[in-house]
Each structure stands twice: as structure tokens, then as C-alpha cells.
């Protein structure tokens, strides 16, 4: 896997969501709701899919035992944790956003014209 | 749809899901779902979650497909650009044949839009809830008297009282009256605005709180306001109040003049409120002004006296059967209690006030629903050859799929989703369409077809065209996927396409053969129906509607009080009518024909019908001496009424044919006595001076009760319609309005019309389906030429080769053709004897739709099968000519 390249939308929400606590279905997507301040709903048979596709890749695990669930939390719910290695896929993502980022800010800027 | 229900079609849905994937989230999608519906807001609940669920169904769809073009795999990079992959390729394959994909797109866009638009009439008209609270639990009372006796949706004031103490299954019953014998009218005087007739209703003080109607302005009647000759309070109808008091919001606790008498305004209904009742509802109308029926309880009524329209409410959780159950105690008890009630062997029936409203409508309706389906079926059949069409030119391209490694399924899947793409855009097209007829049809405007204005398109209506939409995909797609999986690459890459000529001809000529059958069974009962509306038009009604014009006249009681004021004002305005150039006659009737159900008059000619009284009724009407020559009306036998039949000579009726008959059969009618009232009464008596031919007054097909006349001129009522005949070149309406005018300046004139326009009105739920049938028909025909047309086209184009040898070996050009247009016909035949059979099976459902045409009418079924077959093989001249044309170097150099 080349970090040059993009992570599909719907894998980079949910990565971004799982980045600061360990979640359940619903729960990412309503943080996914709140992060792209409502324009991407994930709606279940997506969102199971996409979480099936990301613990295939290894970016996410499933919570194994009960133990591991957040205090207080349902245990009937399965809980979703990212890896190391889908915490290098999203910092990797977030660089090549930051590059894009910065390439298109420079050919908007005015120094342009003497670069060329 | 609730909460629960919209979950288990949520579940059913996630049958579509792979298994492993399903298995293993199944518990969780379902919980999540159920927390998206939980979290919704009010308003527009409903509305709401049935597009949470809509949305959601697609997702898994969506899912569903991506999950099996592309088992979850670890190389994120691969999943890129994959998820629209079946359904771009289905795109792709559709723009680089525009011809199939425009003529595939159309086709199923009919189909399904004309199924919509149907299913969307049927939706509004017969499923939507009526628009009070808990409809479901309104039931409408009617009662049968005896054995062959009358059944009608009225109740005696008596028993109505009755019902209140006795039932107990029900939440109350509530009534409304006719008011007086002549409809309930009055003329609203007063203020700046001309005099005005307007419709009044008396109804007890339950009565809009039964239907759970609320005033938007004041209150509702108070039970304290039903007291006999108690206060004086009326509500007003929404668009009076808009029209004639500029909505006034200080009406309410004013006063307004009604019939010469100060009434008080105490509330006011809401827009849109509507009294929907059944046909035969007895005098009771969706009136201007509602007030509280005041009962006479220390005197009241006879109890064969029926003048109520009575509503139930059942309790919550009763059933029907229940509550008629309940009735039929009640009418045991009435029977065993009351002698007149004994003797009429009283029924009461507790009608579901839905089904009681839409009845008459439903039998054209459900026939328009199937002749539908069928459409869309013949629609399936045309899209499946196209597919299938296609599919053999495409076989060497499949072939070389399943050789390159594509499984079977994976092809077949491809063609499925083909079929899905084409039926989507087919049903958004398809609603375009049901929207433009709906629109079409509500201009049209039925009058008899009760709730028309409730057409729209809704959740079940979109809920409709997207299951239609699946069938249909399913139904015309299958066919070419199997097909499609089945092809055997070996012989297909060896023998070229020449080999696909042979295959899958045979199913396409079964969906021809099924396609003629079916349009013909739709042209012939579009057929029958035209001949049953011709035959309806020709309808001798028992008058000459053709240059008659009538209008109504209401006098208000204030001016007009002196006994003999009505007649004098209506002689002085027949002569003036008179003077108008090309009148020739002038009449006046109490109420005109085809405009309601009007007053009954009962009678009675031996002794078991006397005994069982109003068991045999008939509609009485008053009439002056030059009506019936008014109307061309035959006097059969006797005389008319003159003027000196009024109230000081001896009371005497006109009848019709048809009691002249039943009453008396053994000789002439004219001279015998009629019992017109109950044994015992002064004047039960009347002497008959005249049988006239029976007039279609309520139904222009049906002979729905004989007719007794009495003469205006022994009780002139101050509302009455005239008739006015004319030579015809002209209706003189404006000649007309001066007379009235001349006479006296607020005299309200209403309904200026011709009599033709009525006839027409009552003619109109009748065009109405035969209209929607006509277009059903006509589609059905054009897409199973286009089928034949497809058909014939391709083989010709297939055999192109063998045309040439055929021609090299010097068959004639002529020959050619004639053996395409045999081959043809070979398809034809069957499929217009299959059809006969199948139409002969299935008219007999039309029967009470058709008047005066046999379900298997000789000529429908000689002229319409043989147009077919002239046009059907019309449809194949332009093949078999171009097959004529072959030229036998091209053909055979193409190899």
C-alpha cells in the first residue's frame, strides 16, 4: 500500500472518528455525521460494510472481550478500535491532504506568476 | 406505516445481503435502523421515517451489490472506482445502443406510468382514509324493510333515540336531517349582498364532534341547543363564510338573516371539510349552513317515518361484525316491540361509511386497476424481446466472457442489473407521466366520482411504482439473464451468429403470442365498453333533453308569504317566458330529474302492502299542468293536470308506467283509487287521472323507482325548478334572467343550465372509465405492434442470407414476402384464438359495468379480433417488403 494514495472518503471519516475513542456502529456514525457537519450519513448496510472492509485492511480490530468495552457501555454493542497501522494510514492520509493542500494554495498565491 | 411494520420491511430487505456479511451484522443494522426511526423529530413523523426507511433500502441494495461484484478485499487501492462498476457497464451498454435504450426506456415508461396513474385513482379514491378522525370506526346505518321492500341509509327519530340507549358496542350515533320534504333550503337575506339560496342542515350537537370535526372559529352545538323550538344557532361552512362574510372573525355571537329569521352565528367549519355520504343519502347534502336538529320528543314521528342519516362510531378494538351484530339485537327488540316494525320485517345494517361512499366507484376502478397489470404485463413481454433481441446479437460477445472466465452467474447478474437500470428509468419517467394525467383527469372532473380531488401522488403511490418497477425488472429481465447463462460458448464461437437465430426464437415468439392475447382481451372490453356508452347515450330517459333549459327559483318566506305567492309569481313568470321568441312551452317540478334522490312518496295497492307502509315507495314529485309536454314526456293514458286541481277539489295523482303496472295489472289505471297514506289517515286516497312514461330521473341506465305526480298546484311551495322548451336554435338564458329579474329584482334564480348538461353529468363516471379504458386499450394495441413489428423485423434481418440463396434460386420477391407475412400469421392466428378464449373467459367481470351489451357481444367479439389481425399483419408488410428487397450478391457476399 502506497501512502500516496487516497483513502476513500467514507475510510477516512471513520478512521478520523475511531482516532480519539473507541466506538460502536451508531455511534461513528454520528461522529462522522458531526465531523463533515452533516453531508456524509453513513447508513448501516454502508457503514457495516466499510468497517468490514477497514478491519480486512487492518486499520480497525473488533473489540474482543467485554472487558475491553468503554466503562458503563453496553456490552451487546461491538466496539471498533483503530491499529497502529490504521493510525499510519490516516496520518499518512493526512499529509497527502496537507501536500494537495499546500500545491493548490501555491498556484492560487500571487508569487506564482514569478515562479514560472 | 408504524414503527414496527417499517422495520419488518426493513428486515425483509436485508435479505438481499450476502449471507456471511448478514449473519455476522444482522442484529446490529436492525438495531441501528430502529435508532435512526427513534431519533426522528416531530413534524412530519411519518413522512419522515418512511424516507428513513426508503434511504435505507437503498443502502442495502447498494451494499448488497458492491458486496457481491467485490467480496471485501485487503488492498483498499483495488476497491477504487468499483462501486458504480455493474451499473456504469450497464450504462455504458445502454448509450452505445440508444435505439434499444430509448425504445426500452418509452415502452416501460408507459407501462409503468399508465399503472401509476391508475393505481394512483384507485389509491385515491378507494384506500385513502376518509378525512375525519378514525374513519375506520364510522359505520353508516341503512335499513331494509322486508322482503322485496326498500333499503335505505335512513333511520325513524325514534329508533335513532333508541339506538343511543341500547347499543353498547358503539361510542354514540349521530344525525343529521333532511330538514323539510322539499331539501333543506333557506335564503340567507341581510346586509349589502343580493339574497342568496344556500343548502341547511339540521344535525344533532354530536355530530361533527362523531366525525371529530372541529370549528376553526366559536364552538360546536351544545346538547342544550337540540331542545325543540330551542335557541336559534347555526354554524357556517368555511366558503360561505369566506364568500359572503369577507371571513369575518367577529361573525361568530352576530347575528344573520336566514329565511326572514335572526339566527346566531356560533361557529365556523373548517377549509376543506366535506360531508361524504353514499348516493342514496337521503336529502342530507354538504350544506352552506348547519344548525341543531331540534326533536320533538313529546311528539315524536312514526317509526316508519325515516328522515335521519345516521352515523355510528364504534368503540375502540369493535369490529364490524360485532357491531352489526349488535344491530341485529336492536332490530330483533324493534321487531318484537313495535307492531309497524313487525310488520315491516326491519333490518338494520351497519355499513363501513368508507366502503358505503366509495362503492359505486369501485367495480369500474378494480377493472381499471387489472386492465393495468395487464399493460404492464404486455409492457414485461416487449421489453423482454427487445432484451432478448439484443441478447443474441450479443451472444458472441457473451461467449467470449464465459471464455475468457465469467461465470454463468456473473453474466446472468450483468443482464439482471441491465434490466434493473432500464426498469428505474423507466419508473422515473413513468411518474412524470402519472403526474401530467393526473392533472389531465382532475380537469376532467367526473362529477359522480366521489373523492377524485384526493388524487395525488403519495407514499403509496411511490411505494407502488417502485415495487412495480422491481416486478417489472425481475419479470422482463429474467427471461434474457437465464437465457443468457445458458449459452454454450463452444457452438456459439464456432458457428457465428447465424447460430443465435435458432435460440431463444421460440421464447420470443410465446411473449408475442401472449402479447396479442392480452391486447386483445383489453380492446375488447374497451370494445364493450364503447358499445355500452353508445347504447347509454342513446338512452330514451323518458324525456327529450335536447334544447330543454331549467333553472331553479327559491322565494324567501318574507316576502312571498301569502298562500297563493309562489303560484301567482310562477304564473306571471310563464307568461313572461312564454313571450321569449323560440319558447314553446313552459313547466314547473318540484325537484328536476338527475339532480339527487329527492323526496319518496309511498303508497300502497292491497292489503299487504298497505299494512306494511313505506314497504313500496316512490318518488313524488309536484308538477304543474305543461310539464310533461315541457319535457316531451308521453301522457300513455288519461289526462294532465289542470288548474283546477288544487286543494279544494278532491286529491288526485299522475303515475307511471311501472306502478301502473305493479298496482294495477288487471286493466286501466286511470280512475282507480292509490292509497298515498298510511291506512287511517284523512286523504290516504288519491283518484289516478293519468299514466305517464317512466322517466330515468336518478340513474340514466337503471329504472330505479316508479314516479307519483301530484299537482303544485294543491300545495305551491316556494322552491321549485322550471323547464322551458325551445325550438333549439338557441338557449335564451339571458332572455330568461330579465324575465326573472323584471318580475322581482332579488328573486334568486340558480342553476340556469340546459337539460343536456345534466344528462351529460350523469354520463360522465361512465366516459370517465371508458376513457382511462380506451387509453389502456389503445397502449396495449400499439405495444403489441411494436412487438410483432420487433419481431417479424428480426428475423427478417437474420435471414437476410438465406433470403438471397432463396432469391438466387429465382424464388419471386412476391413469394418472399408472402412466406414472411405467413410465417407471420403463423404467430398471429394462434395468439387471436388464444386471446378470444381468454376474453370470452373473463368479460363476464364486466357485466355490471355494461348497459344494454351481452359481456359476449357477437360484433365486439367479430370486429375486434379481425382489426387485430388486419393490423398485425400490417405491422409485417414492411419486413416482408424488405425481405422482398434483398439484393442476392449483397446477401451472399456478407458471409
Redesign the interface.
Known amino acids: ?2 501512502p500516496s ?4 472518503r467514507n ?1 477516512f471519516h471513520v478512521l478520523v472518528a475511531l482516532s480519539d475513542a473507541d466506538r ?3 455511534d461513528i ?1 454520528r461522529d462522522v455525521l458531526e465531523q463533515t457537519d452533516g453531508a456524509l450519513h453513513l ?7 466499510t468497517l ?2 477497514l478491519a ?3 486499520f480497525i480490530s473488533e473489540l474482543a472481550s467485554p472487558e475491553e468495552h468503554p466503562a458503563g457501555q453496553s456490552e451487546k ?2 466496539y471498533y478500535r483503530i491499529t497502529t497501522q490504521g493510525r499510519a494510514a490516516l496520518a499518512a492520509e493526512i499529509r497527502r491532504l496537507e501536500e494537495t493542500a499546500r500545491a493548490a494554495k501555491l498556484r492560487l498565491s500571487p508569487r506564482r506568476a514569478e515562479l514560472r | 406505516m408504524n414503527e414496527s411494520r417499517l422495520s419488518r420491511v426493513y428486515r425483509l430487505a436485508l435479505a438481499m445481503l450476502p449471507r456471511p456479511f448478514r449473519e455476522r451484522h444482522r442484529a446490529e443494522i436492525e438495531r441501528h435502523f430502529e435508532t435512526l426511526l427513534a431519533d426522528t423529530t416531530a413534524p412530519y413523523l411519518a413522512g419522515k421515517r418512511f424516507l428513513i426507511l426508503i434511504r435505507a433500502v437503498i443502502d442495502v441494495m447498494w451494499t448488497a451489490t458492491i458486496l457481491r461484484v467485490q467480496p471485501p478485499q485487503p488492498e483498499h487501492a483495488r476497491m477504487k472506482g468499483s462501486l458504480y462498476r455493474d451499473i456504469a457497464y450497464a450504462l455504458r451498454g445502454l448509450t452505445r445502443s440508444p435505439a434499444f435504450a430509448i425504445a426500452a426506456v418509452m415502452t416501460l415508461a408507459l407501462g409503468l406510468g399508465a399503472a401509476t396513474t391508475i393505481f394512483s385513482v384507485v389509491n385515491g379514491v378507494l384506500m385513502r382514509p376518509l378525512p375525519y378522525s378514525s374513519p375506520g370506526r364510522l359505520v353508516n346505518i341503512w335499513v331494509d324493510f322486508g322482503v322485496g321492500g326498500q333499503s335505505l341509509p335512513a333511520v325513524s327519530t325514534a329508533d335513532f333515540l333508541d339506538y343511543k340507549t341500547q347499543a353498547t358496542l358503539f361510542q354514540d350515533f349521530a344525525a343529521a336531517s333532511g330538514g323539510g320534504t322539499i331539501g333543506a333550503t333557506g335564503i340567507l337575506t341581510g346586509g349589502s349582498e343580493a339574497p342568496e339560496k344556500v343548502d341547511v342542515s339540521p344535525v344533532t350537537s354530536n355530530f361533527f364532534p362523531l366525525l371529530g370535526v372541529k370549528p376553526i372559529l366559536g364552538r360546536q352545538f351544545t346538547k342544550e341547543e337540540e331542545a325543540f323550538r330551542g335557541p336559534r344557532v347555526v354554524m357556517l361552512s368555511h366558503e360561505l363564510w369566506q364568500r359572503r362574510y369577507g371571513g369575518d372573525s367577529t361573525l361568530v355571537g352576530r347575528t344573520i338573516e336566514l329565511d326572514g329569521l335572526s339566527q346566531q352565528v356560533v361557529g365556523v367549519l373548517p377549509p376543506g371539510f366535506h360531508l361524504l355520504l353514499p348516493a342514496e343519502a337521503f336529502l342530507v347534502k354538504d350544506s352552506q349552513i348547519w344548525k341543531p336538529l331540534q326533536i320533538n320528543l313529546a311528539q315524536l314521528q312514526p317509526r316508519n317515518y325515516t328522515g335521519l342519516t345516521v352515523f355510528g362510531r364504534l368503540k375502540p378494538g369493535v369490529t364490524y361484525a360485532q357491531a352489526q351484530a349488535e344491530m341485529d339485537r336492536i332490530a330483533t327488540w324493534l321487531r318484537a316491540t313495535f307492531p309497524v316494525h313487525a310488520a315491516g320485517q326491519i333490518r338494520i345494517r351497519a355499513v363501513p361509511l368508507q366502503d358505503d361512499i366509495v362503492k359505486g366507484a369501485r367495480p369500474a376502478l378494480e377493472l381499471l386497476l387489472v386492465a393495468a397489470v395487464l399493460v404492464l404485463a404486455i409492457v414485461c413481454a416487449n421489453v423482454a424481446n427487445l432484451l432478448l433481441t439484443r441478447a443474441s446479437v450479443r451472444e458472441r460477445e457473451l461467449a467470449v466472457r464465459i471464455a475468457m472466465g465469467a461465470s454463468r452467474f456473473q453474466i446472468a447478474r450483468q443482464l439482471l442489473t441491465e434490466g434493473f437500470v432500464l426498469a428505474a428509468l423507466g419508473t422515473v419517467l413513468g411518474l412524470a407521466f402519472t403526474y401530467a394525467s393526473i392533472a389531465y383527469l382532475s380537469h376532467l372532473q367526473p362529477a359522480n366520482l366521489p373523492r377524485l380531488s384526493n388524487v395525488t401522488v403519495d407514499w403509496r403511490v411511490l411505494g407502488f411504482a417502485a415495487a412495480a418497477c422491481v416486478v417489472t425488472a425481475l419479470v422482463f429481465g429474467l427471461a434474457p439473464a437465464l437465457h443468457g447463462a445458458r449459452s454454450s460458448t463452444g457452438a456459439v464461437l464456432r458457428g457465428g451468429v447465424r447460430v443465435a437465430v435458432g435460440r431463444g426464437a421460440r421464447l420470443r415468439q410465446g411473449l408475442i403470442v401472449g402479447e396479442i392475447a392480452l391486447s386483445l382481451v383489453l380492446l375488447v372490453s374497451a370494445g364493450l365498453l364503447v358499445r355500452s356508452f353508445v347504447s347509454l347515450q342513446d338512452v330514451r330517459p323518458g324525456f327529450e333533453p335536447n334544447g330543454l333549459l331549467t333553472f331553479r327559483v327559491s322565494l324567501p318566506f318574507g316576502n312571498y308569504r301569502a298562500p297563493d305567492a309562489a303560484k301567482n309569481l310562477y304564473e306571471s313568470l310563464r307568461v313572461r317566458l312564454l313571450a321569449i321568441p323560440g319558447v314553446t312551452s313552459v313547466g314547473s317540478i318540484s325537484q328536476l330529474p338527475l339532480t339527487g334522490s329527492g323526496p319518496l312518496s309511498p303508497y300502497a295497492y292491497n292489503e299487504v302492502t298497505a299494512r306494511n307502509w313505506e314497504s313500496v315507495t316512490a318518488d313524488g314529485r309536484f308538477i304543474t299542468p305543461d310539464y310533461f309536454t315541457t319535457m316531451g314526456t308521453k301522457l300513455v293514458a288519461g289526462r294532465t293536470f289542470t288548474a283546477d286541481d288544487d286543494a279544494k277539489h278532491p286529491s288526485v295523482v299522475i303515475i307511471d308506467e311501472s306502478i301502473a303496472k305493479q298496482a294495477f295489472s288487471n286493466g286501466d289505471a286511470v280512475g282507480r283509487q292509490l292509497q298515498v297514506g298510511p291506512t287511517g289517515d284523512a286523504g290516504a286516497f288519491a283518484t289516478v287521472v293519468g299514466v305517464v312514461q317512466h322517466m330515468r330521473i336518478h340513474d340514466l341506465g337503471d329504472d330505479v323507482r316508479g314516479q307519483i305526480y301530484n299537482s303544485s298546484y294543491a300545495a305551491f311551495s316556494r322552491n321549485f325548478a322550471v323547464v322551458v322548451r325551445t325550438d333549439g336554435r338557441a338557449y335564451p338564458i339571458a332572455a330568461v334572467r330579465k324575465a326573472a329579474a323584471e318580475l322581482d329584482s332579488n328573486l334568486p334564480v340558480s342553476g340556469l343550465r340546459p337539460m343536456r348538461e345534466l344528462v351529460d353529468d350523469a354520463l360522465a363516471p361512465a366516459r370517465f372509465s371508458l376513457l382511462l379504458m380506451e387509453g389502456l386499450g389503445s397502449l396495449a394495441l400499439f405495444l403489441a405492434l411494436i412487438g410483432v413489428y420487433g419481431v417479424i423485423s428480426f428475423s427478417v434481418a437474420q435471414r437476410t442470407r438465406e433470403f438471397g440463396v432463396r432469391m438466387a434460386l429465382g424464388q419471386a420477391p412476391v413469394e418472399l414476402r408472402r412466406a414472411v407475412v405467413a410465417q407471420a400469421l403463423k404467430v398471429i392466428l394462434p395468439s387471436i384464438g388464444l386471446g378470444i378464449v381468454v376474453a370470452a373467459l373473463s368479460t363476464r367481470f364486466l357485466d355490471g359495468l355494461l348497459y344494454g351489451v351481452h359481456p359476449l357481444d357477437p360484433a365486439t367479439f367479430t370486429i375486434v379480433p379481425l382489426g387485430l389481425i388486419v393490423v398485425a399483419t400490417l405491422a409485417c408488410d414492411a419486413p416482408a417488403r424488405r425481405a422482398s428487397r434483398v439484393d442476392p450478391l449483397v446477401a451472399l457476399r456478407e458471409e
Open positions: 500500500m502506497s494514495l487516497a483513502l476513500k475510510w460502536h456502529g451508531f456514525m447508513w448501516p448496510a454502508t457503514l457495516y460494510g468490514d472492509q480486512g485492511a487492518g454493542r461491538r
